[in-house]
């Protein structure tokens, strides 16, 4: 008969592996929503969007199973941050899906246009981003602290970045006022990218805190 210890051990194991997998989906969405975006690609978007689900999936998986850890094991001190951890992270991720989604649906509805600009700093902020995803992924599974405090400096490039895309975008709307429906809806793809940062941020903060007891503010 399996001890309890080495059923709860069991347990995080699957609980990591659910998380590890939730952030790949996370960094493959983002990635094919920016390249459904750079080719105006509706039916690819459309995927994207209907695709999201399979993300909610696993985090109720998550939900569920450290439910039933905390249930049956009574875990206490580090083992029970470490499971609360995990819903955190798990809530972040389905965040950072729902911004792929937000993207493909901008998709939608830029279809048939032809962008008013090449796309350099968003496909650039997206490059960031996945890093993000997987680096913040990386941290949790190896409680990196020093890997989930560079979720800060990376923050503050995508910042960088937004605000760039934003000045850029609003010149481009005072010298011609026909563009100002399009670049409002990439002004926003931009705006969902820097929030995606901010949830990879979080889990950054969620590592310090499963590490060492105390939960930083990597986002200010």
Not at 156 to 174: G, K, N, P, W
Request: net charge negative.
């Amino acid at each position: 008969m399996m001890t309890k210890r080495k059923e709860f051990d069991l347990g995080l194991e699957q609980l990591n592996e659910l998380i590890v997998e939730m952030g790949n989906r996370v960094e493959k969405s983002i990635g094919e929503a920016m390249i459904a975006l750079i080719n105006v690609d509706g039916p690819e978007a459309v995927r994207i969007i209907v695709q999201d689900k399979e993300l909610n999936q696993i985090e109720e998986r998550i939900s569920e199973l450290g439910a039933t850890l905390i249930a049956t094991q009574q875990p206490v001190a580090k083992d029970l941050r470490r499971i609360l951890v995990a819903f955190k992270i798990a809530s972040d991720l389905e965040r950072m899906g729902d911004f792929s989604v937000d993207i493909a649906k901008v998709v939608v509805r830029l279809e048939g246009q032809t962008l008013i600009k090449p796309l350099i700093d968003l496909p650039r902020m997206t490059e960031i981003v996945q890093l993000m995803t997987r680096e913040s992924i990386q941290s949790y599974v190896q409680e990196n602290v020093d890997l989930a405090y560079k979720m800060a400096k990376d923050d503050d490039m995508v910042d960088a970045l937004y605000s760039q895309i934003i000045r850029e975008l609003f010149t481009i709307m005072m010298e011609n006022p026909l563009t100002i429906s399009q670049a409002n809806l990439l002004s926003f793809v931009g705006r969902y990218l820097e929030r995606f940062a901010d949830h990879a941020t979080n889990i950054g903060e969620s590592v310090v805190y499963l590490v060492t007891g105390a939960r930083p503010d990597l986002n200010s």
